[in-house]
């Protein structure tokens, strides 16, 4: 069976203090919480936070101190290892501030910094170099889905971006997330036999490339408007194994809020 991966994409949201803040409740809470310190303890979720970068080292450094149990991730990252890229961080530099993952071709990144599918393979590979585990996002626009193109540009993103991937870098180092770009702080969510129908279609896929072993044991989200009331819904589907979550997850009561759902589905 497979686990489930519950994760907090803060986005630019919570700065160092705040972040600290956020892990010293998200501790306070956690570890009152028999069922989650269970399911944790039996491998059957795992938690993940992807704060802004300014924020990591705080939060590692809490996280370390505490003993939470959570896994620490990038928002994103550039394909070269140093250079003149004012602004830019490197996997290393990810590495170094503790994470151990990295979100890959968000919505966001997509739509409003022109992300293009091969600037998101270099970046894949990059991070695969230095042994960081990529959550790679999928996702189509709104007149793209109403056109029923949703598995065409799924397909294309999916080709392209893990192209000359190798089978044994996929299977250790990466999970897809459904992120339908229309859903992304609209408020709007897909059905989860919405979301279900297209996380099956990314499994086919895997089967497609990497073989059916890999895909019957790949770990899939959905991310889109993900709240409290809508968790259970989309992880009692066959193919959607955890959620990326954006704006609920800001707030550290509202997220354990989602975790304790996902361990009760």
Known sequence: MREKFIAGNWKMANGPKEATDYILRFAELFFQTTSVIKAQKDEKIKI??????????????EKVKTG???ILGGQNMHWEKKGAYTGEISAQMLKEAGCSHVIIGHSERRTLFNETNIFLNKKISAALEEDLTTVFCLGEHLEEKESQKTHEVIRKQFLEGLNEIKIDQFSKKIIIAYEPIWAIG???????SDAQNVCSFI???????FGEKEASKSVILYGGSVKTNNT????????????LVGG??????????????????
Request: charged share 20%.
């Open 203 to 209: 499994r086919e896929l895997i089967s497609e490339s």
């Open 68 to 70: 939470l149990p959570i």
């Open 248 to 265: 609920a997850s800001i707030d550290p009561n509202s997220f354990f809020d989602i975790v304790k759902k996902a361990v009760k589905s």
């Open 232 to 243: 259970e819904s989309f992880l009692t589907e066959k193919d959607i194994d955890g959620v």
């Open 186 to 192: 609209s408020g709007i969510t897909a059905t989860s």
């Open 48 to 61: 993940a936070i992807f704060p802004p970068s300014i924020s990591l080292s705080n939060i590692n450094h």
